[in-house]
């Protein structure tokens, strides 16, 4: 069974940063295209990131560019995104999900709060 | 970056009653287009793929067409468990992007 296990949210002050994790178990992680999407409270879903399978490709929406990074540890069977310069608007329950070409399976959310 | 827009917002309809939703692409997607249902409290949950097929699993009152540009999501009878929001996503351009979602609602 496919399992992805988002951890690291909490609540952290305009400016500061956070490291999300996404432990995946039940398939080959090594595989696979990641991505990180996000939905804020009350709102729908927006796609924040992903990366490849060997982490040689990482695509960003605009308005995470330059402040976010995604990255893997296929050894450890982990997708990370790392947040930076965090705004109130990037206030939201980040999924991190497996790829077949459209997100397929997804954890359950890990919350993050950006307030001061 | 591609805008996806769909439509209703909101869908009041009772049990056993057809349901269709509308995905727009603000350019063509080809068939690079999904569909998700999420419940309060879940993640979303992948229902439809390159358009029209169906995940593994997912029962066949949920049926997807379209390519290109316009894409509809049809439920054949509600069940109770469907009353849910549906989202459509692209996935064939960069930035991917998602709708803003339908509520299918009970009447």
């Known amino acids: 069974e496919v399992l992805l296990v988002e951890s690291g949210g909490g609540l952290v002050q305009p400016g500061g940063s956070l490291r999300l994790s996404c432990a995946a178990s039940g398939f080959t992680f090594s595989n696979h295209w990641m991505t990180w999407v996000r939905q804020a409270p009350g709102k729908g879903l927006e796609w924040v990131a992903n990366?490849?399978?060997?982490?040689?490709?990482?695509y960003y929406v605009d308005s995470v560019k330059g402040r976010f990074t995604i990255f893997r540890d296929n050894a450890h069977n982990s997708l990370y995104l790392q947040m930076n310069s965090l705004r109130v608007e990037d206030t939201a329950l980040y999924y991190c999900a497996r790829n077949g070409g459209a997100p397929e399976h997804w954890g359950q959310g890990t919350l993050v709060t950006v307030s001061s | 970056e591609i805008l996806l827009t769909q439509s209703p917002g909101i869908l009041s309809l009772s049990p056993g009653e057809r349901a269709t939703l509308s995905c727009r692409a603000s350019q063509s997607v080809s068939s690079n287009l999904a569909w998700y249902q999420q419940k309060p409290g879940q993640a979303p949950r992948f229902l439809i793929y390159?358009?029209?097929s169906r995940v593994t699993g997912i029962p066949d009152r949920f049926s997807g067409s379209g390519s290109g540009t316009d894409f509809t999501l049809t439920i054949s009878r509600l069940e109770p468990e469907d009353f849910a929001v549906y989202y459509c996503?692209?996935?064939?351009?960069?930035?991917?992007?998602f709708g803003q979602g339908t509520k299918v609602e009970i009447k």
């Open positions: 996503h692209q996935y064939g351009s960069l930035p991917r992007t």
């Open positions: 390159g358009a029209s």
């Open positions: 990366i490849k399978q060997d982490g040689s490709e990482k």
